[in-house]
Each structure stands twice: as structure tokens, then as C-alpha cells.
T-cell receptor
Framework: NAGVMQNPRHLVRRRGQEARLRCSPM?????VYWYRQLPEEGLKFMVYLQKENIIDESGMPKERFSAEFPKEGPSILRIQQVVRGDSAAYFC?????????????FGPGTRLTVL | AQSVTQLDSQVPVFEEAPVELRCNYS??????LFWYVQYPNQGLQLLLKYLSGSTLVKGINGFEAEFNKSQTSFHLRKPSVHISDTAEYFCAAGGTSYGKLTFGQGTILTVHP
């Protein structure tokens, strides 16, 4: 059973470009979460999605960031017009449908570098 | 609001020594607590979790943690560490908002030979 998959693992963008980060949850998991890890900091929650629905986006910056989890295909975290401060590791996690206590399984992360 | 504080940013120890990584949380509601480990350039792996019941929780790789409600703590312990335990450890709390985990700042454990 494959784990949570994220691609690309490393992404380099110049200021003003767009970054698209992909996350494929574990088989049977319908809940996806995105977290951001800035250098020397812990992970910060960004958004929680279920298929075709955003459940909680309280951690998403108000501008330039968006996320989706379509009926078919991976979840996408999109950052428009990237700035240097967006450089970070972005982690996706997934969990099965069910209880709030279910374990979140993390992917290997995408490390975004903005030049 | 929920918050998690890891009291030590770095913990150096010698191989085969015991170790304790400290974690305190604050929450006004029922809380669920987790410890994750992150090896360099990898994702997070669950070590153990506390949901309810027995306050002593055993996890993988010989780690255990004790939930202390009166002290709002969830410290991670291992009686004898190995070189391979060198990694960053994160304490996290959930329960106040469905699906959202609040993480501490992380503790880098370095095991020296």
C-alpha cells in the first residue's frame, strides 16, 4: 500500500512565477491536509480538504494561495506570483474518512525555493 | 486557541543514555496528542498518540510518552537511545478543530557515539 505521494520533491521558482504542488493521498483516504514548514519552525496548518470540498482553510494566506481536491486526481496546492517568503517545505497528509482522532499520514514534502 | 510548546530546541545525548523530550500543550477542550519523528529530507512518521484511557502510551522504536493532564504535558521518553534515533521530533495536538493539528516547534535529538 503506497504511502502519501507528493511531487515534485523539489521545486525552484523565480519571483512572480506560479508554483503547483501535488499530493496523492493513501489509498482509501478521502481527507487531505496541507501544512507549511518554514525554516527552523514547526509545521503550520494551512488547509483541510475532502473530495471537492474545502473544510477548513483558516491557515491559508488570504492572497495568492489556493487548494483543491477534485473528484478525480491529486490534491493541488497552488501559489501564484511567488515571493521569497514562500520558500518552505510543504507537506501533505491524508487520513481515512471517520474520526477526528484518526492518524494523519504525511508525505515526503515538496521543498519550494523561490529565487 | 490551542498551542503546543516544545521546551528544548536541541537535545544532545550519548548513545545508550536515556532521553526525555518535553512537550506542553494548552487547550480548553479535550485534546488528542501525537509525537512525530522527521528524518532529514523526509516526511513525518507517527511515533505514538494519546486519545484517551491509559496515560502511558507506548509507540514504535522503543519510545513512550506520558499524558499528564494536571501539568498539561506529554513528554516523550526512551530509556536507551541509538545513533539511528538522531532526528527531529514534533509534538502535535488535535481535537479543537476537526482535522487540524497544531505542532510544536520541534526538538532536534542528536545521539553521539
Amino acid at each position: 500500500n503506497a504511502g502519501v505521494m507528493q511531487n515534485p520533491r523539489h521545486l525552484v521558482r523565480r519571483r512572480g512565477q506560479e508554483a503547483r504542488l501535488r499530493c496523492s493521498p493513501m489509498k482509501g483516504h478521502s481527507h487531505v491536509y496541507w501544512y507549511r514548514q518554514l525554516p527552523e519552525e514547526g509545521l503550520k496548518f494551512m488547509v483541510y480538504l475532502q473530495k471537492e470540498n474545502i473544510i477548513d482553510e483558516s491557515g491559508m494566506p488570504k492572497e495568492r494561495f489556493s487548494a483543491e481536491f477534485p473528484k478525480e486526481g491529486p490534491s493541488i496546492l497552488r501559489i501564484q506570483q511567488v515571493v521569497r517568503g514562500d520558500s518552505a517545505a510543504y507537506f501533505c497528509a491524508s487520513s481515512p474518512p471517520g474520526r477526528v482522532t484518526d492518524t494523519q499520514y504525511f508525505g515526503p514534502g515538496t521543498r519550494l525555493t523561490v529565487l | 486557541a490551542q498551542s503546543v510548546t516544545q521546551l528544548d530546541s536541541q537535545v544532545p545525548v550519548f548513545e545508550e543514555a536515556p532521553v526525555e523530550l518535553r512537550c506542553n500543550y494548552s487547550s480548553s477542550v479535550s485534546v488528542y496528542l501525537f509525537w512525530y519523528v522527521q528524518y532529514p529530507n523526509q516526511g513525518l512518521q507517527l511515533l505514538l498518540k494519546y486519545l484517551s484511557g491509559s496515560t502511558l502510551v507506548k509507540g514504535i522504536n522503543g519510545f513512550e510518552a506520558e499524558f499528564n493532564k494536571s501539568q498539561t504535558s506529554f513528554h516523550l521518553r526512551k530509556p536507551s537511545v541509538h545513533i539511528s534515533d538522531t532526528a527531529e521530533y514534533f509534538c502535535a495536538a488535535g481535537g479543537t478543530s476537526y482535522g487540524k493539528l497544531t505542532f510544536g516547534q520541534g526538538t532536534i535529538l542528536t545521539v553521539h557515539p
